[in-house]
């Protein structure tokens, strides 16, 4: 689902070029001289469904994205969140197999993954750019997996924390853009489950809140601890 926003888009329709070394979506769609578009979506609005056609590759630039799959009976899991610089919607199928919404207001821009895979199979550069996308979420997959099937839930609670502190700490502040119902479905556990996790920690002096979803990590070194 593409809803374009025309006062919002940003070099809609230009050839990326002089990026980052560190932005590997940006170098993949210069070396194969793709087209980018950037699409601007509000809060809570599908960016594509499960079991549509995959015909784009994704990178937020702004706001954040939640992956995820409803159950039959209704539970919902996300998979990941997606936040700027993130790529997403690289599947292998010709169709996705989840859902991606945007979970604040949030741009993002994209290449048509056909042109992706023609460039591939003749620039060295490309694939190997491809490649290390594809491996970068396939562990995510995995450390993932082992979130939901081995830890406890103060532990899966310890281990998102430190991940968003990794991602998206500023001056020892992380604003969260995921709300707490968000984390519980991401964790495999109930709303309830993680606010005592959180408040735990809170009375334990981990960490501390400063407003609605921004946190501040007081002792890191007990957090590792507990995720171990």
């Given at each position: 689902m593409l809803t374009q926003s025309t006062d919002a888009i940003v070099n809609s329709q230009a050839v990326?070029?002089?990026?980052?070394t560190t932005d590997q979506f940006g170098l993949v769609a210069g070396h194969?001289?793709?087209?980018?578009?950037?699409?601007?979506?509000?809060r809570d609005e599908e960016i594509y469904g499960e079991d549509e056609p995959a015909d784009y590759v994704y990178q937020v630039v702004r706001g954040a994205v939640r992956s995820y799959k409803l159950l039959s009976d209704g539970r919902r899991q996300i998979s990941a969140f997606h936040l700027p610089g993130d790529v997403f919607g690289l599947v292998s199928g010709s169709v996705h197999r989840l859902t991606a919404e945007a979970i604040v207001d949030t741009a993002v821009r994209l290449v048509k993954r056909r042109g992706l895979e023609q460039a591939a199979t003749t620039d060295v550069n490309v694939a190997r750019n491809l490649w290390t996308m594809t491996a970068t979420d396939l562990r995510h997959a995995e450390d993932h997996m082992l979130l939901l099937g081995r830890k406890t839930a103060i532990e899966r609670v310890a281990t998102f924390l430190?991940?968003?502190?990794?991602?998206?700490s500023v001056t020892g502040t992380m604003a969260l853009p995921m709300c707490r119902r968000d984390i519980a479905d991401y964790l495999g556990l109930t709303l309830e489950t993680v606010s005592r996790?959180?408040?735990?920690?809170?009375?334990?002096?981990?960490l501390?809140?400063?407003?609605?979803?921004?946190?501040?990590?007081?002792?890191?070194?007990?957090?590792?601890s507990i995720d171990m």
């Open positions: 990326i070029c002089g990026v980052p194969a001289n793709l087209v980018a578009s950037e699409f601007c979506y509000g430190l991940e968003m502190d990794h991602r998206l996790a959180l408040s735990q920690l809170h009375s334990e002096g981990v501390d809140f400063c407003g609605a979803r921004q946190i501040i990590l007081r002792n890191r070194r007990k957090l590792h």
